[in-house]
């Protein structure tokens, strides 16, 4: 009996160091984590937007006379040079008040002609003193009413000419046919728009703001514009315009962005990312949300400890938290090592072993 109560105490001894052994071997365990140093930085608060980029400089351009549209020599998308012949009317109208024109100012020639021959004539009668003073201011008279007429009827000629011209539409300057507006066999009225041209000399990006961001835009001290068929590369903005009141259906302010030094890069209609940075008056530090730890609802980080390869807790204050990211806004020095991976399997005095230092 003896030696069984010694057996049975040998055998719960066991247990008991056994148990010790790897309650030591659990608090022993070296865990890798991905770290980061902290560093104390200007807080730049940044906004991103899809824009669209579109001419600053538009023309609507018209036929300067009505009439029957025959030709059409543009589609939309095409680009044209000043003096490019965009579109024809009907000529025979302008083709029959020149003529009109031409006869008017023949039958003016002619008759004044004839008036100075008179005039002429009854000059030499007046002197040989056969006819009054009356009558040859009479001739004289009519003489001045046939130059008046005649000077009418080349004026009106020259005016017919040029409305005989205005049958063809050319483009004043070079640019890009956005929209048409027209059709062949379409009978216009003078003036009316039938060709849409962007002038693409100057570029600017189109963004639509909510009302709540609107501040951050007026107050914005940089703005970076990328085309999504080089998001890597940046080209510098400005805020040229923001509307003054919201569309109605979508509630939202257009904000108009000139596009600085893109060149033939950015073509109409390409689709870009617009950052609006704005400059805060506080310095934080930005770690990935990773290195967040909740400790009784309230956040932490853990600090890595180079002296004993530890870690502990920290309590930290939180600015804003972003897409990925948080900016904390006190509780961490400059140069301090952060856990940012694996921070739910660590405990206070923890050994690690650092991996490698995350960039961020």
């Known amino acids: 009996m003896k030696n069984r109560s010694l057996l ?32 104390i930085q200007e807080n730049w608060q940044k906004a ?9 400089y538009k023309m609507a351009l018209g036929f300067r006379i009505g009439g029957k549209i ?54 030499k009668l007046y002197k040989d003193k056969m006819i009054s003073a009356t009558e040859h201011l009479q001739f004289s008279n009519s003489l001045d009413i046939a130059k008046a007429k005649y000077t009418q009827a080349e004026a009106h000629l020259e005016v017919t000419r040029n409305q005989s011209d205005y049958t063809h539409l050319y483009a004043d300057k070079g640019g890009v046919i956005t929209s048409l507006e027209m059709e062949v066999g379409q009978v216009i009225v003078a003036g009316q728009t039938v060709v849409n041209l962007a002038l693409p000399e100057e570029k600017e990006v189109i963004i639509a703001v909510a009302e709540s961001r609107l501040n951050e835009v007026r107050n914005a001290d940089e703005v970076k514009v990328s085309l999504w068929i080089d998001p890597k590369h940046f080209y510098k903005g400005k805020i040229r315009e923001i509307s003054p009141g919201a569309d109605p ?35 934080v530090a930005k770690l990935p949300l990773t290195a967040i ?13 180079p002296e004993s390869s530890q870690v502990h807790l920290q309590p930290v204050a939180i600015l804003e ?14 140069g301090e090592v952060v856990v940012v991976a694996g921070v739910h399997k660590l405990h206070e005095d923890q050994r690690v072993r650092l991996l490698e230092r995350a960039q961020w």
Do not use: H
């Not at 030709?71 to 009907?90: C, H, Q, S, W, Y």
């Not at 025979?92 to 024109?101: E, G, I, V």
């Not at 962005?257 to 704005?278: C, D, F, K, P, W």
């Open 70 to 123: 025959v030709e059409r020599f543009i589609e939309v998308g095409d680009v044209v040079k000043p003096g490019t012949l965009l579109a024809k009317l009907d000529p025979d109208d302008s083709k029959l008040q020149l003529m009109q024109a031409g006869g008017a100012l023949e039958a003016a020639k002619a008759e004044k002609r004839k008036a100075q021959l008179d005039l002429k004539r009854y000059t």
């Open 321 to 334: 938290y972003q897409f990925d990211s948080v900016l904390i806004q006190s509780g961490l020095k400059e």
């Open 293 to 305: 730890f909740q400790k009784e609802s309230k956040p932490a980080v853990w600090i890595y400890s």
């Open 8 to 39: 049975l105490l040998f055998i719960v001894s066991l247990g008991f160091l056994s148990a010790c052994s790897k309650k030591e071997e659990v608090k022993t365990i070296t865990r890798p984590v991905l770290t980061q140093q902290v560093k």
């Open 48 to 56: 991103t937007y899809a824009g669209e980029v579109k001419a600053r």
């Open 249 to 283: 259906v979508t509630r939202t302010y257009t904000v108009k962005i000139s596009l600085l030094g893109a060149g033939e890069q950015a073509q109409l209609g390409m689709t870009t990312t617009v950052i609006i940075i704005q400059k805060e008056n506080e310095m």
